[in-house]
């Protein structure tokens, strides 16, 4: 089983920037497929994007995120990241990440069995 924590979250002026960091601990990182996602106030649960066991490949939501979003990870530190540029109002929400051991990139929150506690991201217009 892995822990999961989000931290980098906070208040930012529209149009600036924000990197968001997952650490886990109890398992080796590199063993799973690592999405993140976030709940806007009032909404449900959407994906931003997920990137594979290795880092080799990403892949992001359409329209409300890509070109602005970028996932990395780093296995020896066991840490995911979330860079979002040209941040926006509507960015505002409380970000998640979340590792599946299933191999494939996946954007269903259901193959998710592990999740941080969320971290708040709010953009000030």
């Known amino acids: 089983q892995v822990q999961l924590v989000e931290s980098g979250g906070g208040l930012v002026q529209a149009g600036g920037s924000l990197r968001l960091s997952c650490v886990a601990s109890?398992?080796?990182?590199?063993?799973?497929?690592m999405g993140w996602f976030r709940q806007p106030p009032g909404k449900e649960r959407e994906f931003v994007g997920t990137?594979?066991?290795?880092?080799?490949?990403?892949?992001y939501a359409d329209d409300s995120v890509k070109g602005r979003a970028t996932i990395s990870r780093d296995n020896a530190k066991n840490t995911v990241y979330l860079q979002m540029n040209s941040l926006k109002p509507e960015d505002t929400a409380v970000y998640y990440c979340?590792?599946?051991?299933?191999?494939?990139?996946?954007?269903?929150?259901?193959?998710?069995?592990?999740w941080g506690q969320g971290t708040q991201v709010t953009v000030s217009s």
């Open positions: 109890g398992r080796t990182l590199s063993t799973y497929t």
């Open positions: 990137i594979s066991r290795s880092g080799g490949s990403t892949y």
């Open positions: 979340a590792a599946t051991s299933w191999g494939l990139a996946t954007r269903e929150i259901s193959r998710y069995a592990y």
